[in-house]
């Protein structure tokens, strides 16, 4: 339901420079015009990261049993992470918003996120069945005007150190780490997507959510909707 429909932005940064395109447009300029309240919620996270738990070192030998056993332990741990990933990613995002609106002022305003998720709690609307949703709901349970979601994939085939120390070794190309982010915004009337925007990010993947939701306000700044 709030899967992105297009690509209209794409960031490009590396460790060592870094190089900025933008192209986006407002999908829905007169749906955007009618917002007055929006909600943000939670992001959708996925982690796609080398599994440093079932491997065995020189003298372990893991059974069959052990094995199965750390990988359930590793996917535990990365929905737990996945899950405080989204939630971080959405009282930043908030925050950076509410930072910018101070200097340069939007024509909404934002649901406070507690308010946001207070209210998803008491519909039954929780983080894992959020996408099951749709539009309709949605509304009726935040009463607001627009929604603004976001997605976020992250791509580390090994561990930074271990990829460093590779390189060192082998002086061969070794596959970069890859953030993908997509934030969207759909009109609760009519259920349209009417913004949107892509972010990639390429090499060190060590920033913060707090890190990542500067980027994404101050590199959408120019083409985020609700300029006055």
Known sequence: ??????????????????????????????ALSQHKLVAILPFEVQ??????QTISYVGEELS????????????????????LVAYQLQQELLNQL???QAKHPYSVQFQNVAETNSRLERA????????????????????VDAILSGET????????????????????????????TNVTIHDCQSGD???SFNHQQLGDLSASPAALAR???RNSARTFPYRR
């Not at 982690?47 to 440093?52: E, G, K, S, T, V």
């Not at 199965?68 to 992470?81: F, L, M, T």
């Open 1 to 30: 339901m709030l899967r992105s429909l297009s690509i209209v932005l794409a960031v490009l940064l590396t460790t060592a420079c870094s190089q900025r395109v933008y192209s986006t447009k407002e999908l829905v300029p007169q």
């Open 47 to 52: 982690l796609d990261q080398f599994n440093m």
């Open 64 to 83: 069959q049993a052990e094995v199965e056993k750390r990988r359930q332990r590793w996917e535990e741990k990365q929905q737990e992470q996945r899950k």
């Open 98 to 100: 509410v930072q910018r």
């Open 124 to 143: 039954g609307i929780t983080y894992a069945n959020l996408n099951d949703h749709s539009m309709a709901e949605l509304k009726a349970a935040l009463g």
């Open 153 to 180: 994939s992250l791509f580390q085939p090994m561990p930074n150190g271990v990829a460093v120390a590779l390189l060192v070794l082998t002086n061969a190309g070794i596959p970069q780490n890859e953030v993908l």
């Open 193 to 195: 997507l009417v913004w």
């Open 215 to 217: 980027v994404l306000v």
